[in-house]
């Protein structure tokens, strides 16, 4: 097949912009110590791990910049000046803000802006901290969602698995809005039962065909994850999904906690059956983020 694309990375400057949480020291989140990636991680690097797996083309998701306006733009900068790279971005907003047309407009005078992000859950113990699953309750969350897809944006989901029935009530009043569902849902029980629970509740989301579901951020919740360990999440997400909307994406340099470029994309590789490399390792993605990634 043609070239990759990775539907879910990071890039991050500590110089240009300012995350909060990569200058946080000593601080363990719900994916574990940031320390090793608490610096830069610029196109060149990405591109030099992405590339030797076959990745000709990728999509920056925000990564918790503390002004999102100021993220994007530099993202857009990094675009301008790697044209030989094609790169959309996913960006943060307030969906609930209440100038939220006017901060959308100033995100899509930029051209790599294809959609936003906005978490509405990490893991039971931050969400506890954050109060970011309120976003399902409030009606301007909804609006938003809509306003966004009125304007040809999607959405970027992150959630558990636990908040997967009412988020979908939520969705199925913005079926114009195309939601790209995050790290597969962060199964983060890994036990049998908890596979087979977030197994039940993912169907409440694919059930909508106006979301797709990404094959990323599975090394957060089992650092030690292995091929066998991860097959049943990927064989759920395909069989309830189809190839058509699943995609493939690192989440480096978050996933860079726990495991190479290479040995990511080769147990991918092997776990999703080759008649379906074409959609979930380009397909989809190029589709959904309208890339236009060259052949």
């Not at 993912?202 to 991860?230: D, P, Q, Y």
Request: charged share 20%.
């Amino acid at each position: 097949m043609t070239g990759w694309i990775d539907a879910h990375h990071h890039l991050w400057d500590l110089g240009a912009v300012h995350y909060p949480w990569l200058m946080a020291k000593g601080v363990t989140r719900f994916f574990g110590n940031p320390a090793p990636i608490q610096r830069d991680y610029l196109l060149g690097g990405f591109r030099t791990e992405a590339a030797a797996e076959g990745v000709i083309a990728s999509v920056h998701i925000q990564v918790g910049a503390e002004d999102g306006l100021a993220e994007a733009r530099w993202v857009q900068s990094v675009a301008d000046a790697n044209p030989d790279w094609p790169m959309a971005q996913v960006v943060f907003c307030d969906l609930t803000a209440p100038d939220l047309s006017e901060q959308l407009d100033r995100f899509q005078s930029l051209p790599t802006v294809r959609g936003v992000r906005q978490i509405v859950g990490r893991a039971p113990g931050e969400d506890a901290q954050t109060g970011t699953n309120a976003l399902l309750d409030d009606p301007r969350f909804l609006s938003g969602l809509q306003e966004a897809g009125q304007r040809g944006l999607s959405f970027d989901l992150q959630l558990i698995p636990e908040l997967m029935e009412k988020t979908a009530r939520v969705l199925a009043q913005a079926p114009d809005t195309p939601v790209a569902l995050c790290h597969a849902g962060s199964p983060h029980d890994r036990s049998a039962e908890g596979l087979t629970a977030w197994g039940k509740e993912l169907k409440h989301l694919s059930r909508l065909l106006h979301v797709t579901c990404k094959l990323s951020g599975l090394g957060m919740f089992e650092h030690n994850w292995t091929v066998a360990s991860v097959r049943p999440i990927v064989e759920t997400c395909l069989a309830q999904f189809g190839a058509d909307r699943v995609m493939f994406g690192s989440n480096f340099p978050v996933d860079k906690l726990y495991s190479d470029y290479r040995t990511l994309a080769q147990a991918y590789r092997g776990l999703v059956p080759a008649e379906m490399h074409s959609a979930v390792f380009r397909g989809t993605a190029d589709r959904f983020y309208n890339l236009e990634a060259p052949q």
